[in-house]
């Protein structure tokens, strides 16, 4: 289920002994956490967010999304780039081979051997 925050639920919750919270079963289905699911817990100015890494991910996804120019794919740019410097390294290694074969070749000849 993919949480879609519409509503504002409010609860009022009693911290235990121990400092545990029990997060109420509506805020819960409204923030679409499962059990065990692993939470980010933030505080800023004296507030406690609480959000699930799906949430958070979601959030820096939408964030940085802006900062794209519509029509730009950067996963497009990033294969683009890797395949020109796979392209290079292929050039100069093989660059390199035709060096040492002529070298080597180079060598038979001085010392008269053939191979």
């Known amino acids: 289920?993919?949480?879609?925050?519409?509503?504002?639920?409010?609860?009022?919750i009693?911290?235990?002994?121990n400092g545990r919270v029990v997060i109420p079963a509506a805020i819960?289905?409204?923030m679409?956490?499962?059990?065990?699911?692993?939470l980010l817990m933030d505080?800023?100015?004296?507030v406690l967010r609480i959000e699930s890494y799906r949430a958070r991910i979601r959030r820096i996804q939408q964030s940085l999304a802006r900062l794209i120019p519509p029509g730009r794919c950067l996963s497009d740019e990033l294969i683009a780039e890797?395949?020109?410097?796979?392209?290079?390294e292929i050039e100069e290694f093989e660059r390199e081979q035709a060096e040492l074969q002529s070298l080597q070749d180079g060598s038979h000849v001085m010392?008269?051997?053939?191979?």
């Open 1 to 12: 289920m993919e949480p879609s925050v519409k509503a504002n639920v409010t609860a009022k």
């Open 14 to 17: 009693r911290l235990s002994p």
């Open 28 to 30: 819960r289905e409204e």
């Open 32 to 38: 679409g956490l499962q059990p065990g699911e692993s």
């Open 43 to 46: 505080v800023e100015d004296g």
């Open 82 to 88: 890797r395949r020109e410097e796979a392209r290079r």
């Open 111 to 115: 010392d008269g051997t053939h191979g």
